[in-house]
Nanobody, 114 residues
Framework: VQLQAYGGGSVQAGGSLRLSCAASGSIFSINVMGWYRQAPGKQRELVAAINSGGTTTYADSVKGRFTVSRDNTKNTVYLQMNSLKPEDTAVYFC?????????WGQGTLVTVSS
């Protein structure tokens, strides 16, 4: 299983970005798709996730600003990020859980300037 993420970049505070991540390979069904991020000097943290039934989970710091969604026909997960803040600056990693196996994308950098 391979994951390819797109959509990172630089934006000013208050701006928006949309990340996408497509999974390919031998996939029967994906249980959970989500996004993590890692800022310099910090541990990787969960940003948002969505399960196969559409139930979503968000970090408190992004609730109301970020929206996670998925397209099961394309094995793709999206992260719409609005009202971005400098503290959102990090490398964002997509993650999928297939049965009990987790897979990671290569990471995409999001930089938010004040």
């Amino acid at each position: 299983v391979q994951l390819q993420a797109y959509g990172g970049g630089s934006v000013q505070a208050g701006g928006s970005l949309r990340l996408s991540c497509a999974a390919s390979g031998s996939i029967f069904s994906i249980n959970v798709m989500g996004w993590y991020r890692q800022a310099p000097g910090k541990q990787r943290e969960l940003v948002a996730a969505i399960n196969s039934g559409g139930t979503t989970t968000y970090a408190d710091s992004v609730k109301g600003r970020f929206t996670v969604s998925r397209d099961n026909t394309k094995n793709t997960v999206y992260l719409q990020m609005n009202s971005l803040k400098p503290e959102d600056t990090a490398v964002y990693f997509c993650n999928v859980l297939i049965r009990t196996q987790a897979y990671w994308g290569q990471g995409t950098l999001v930089t938010v300037s004040s």
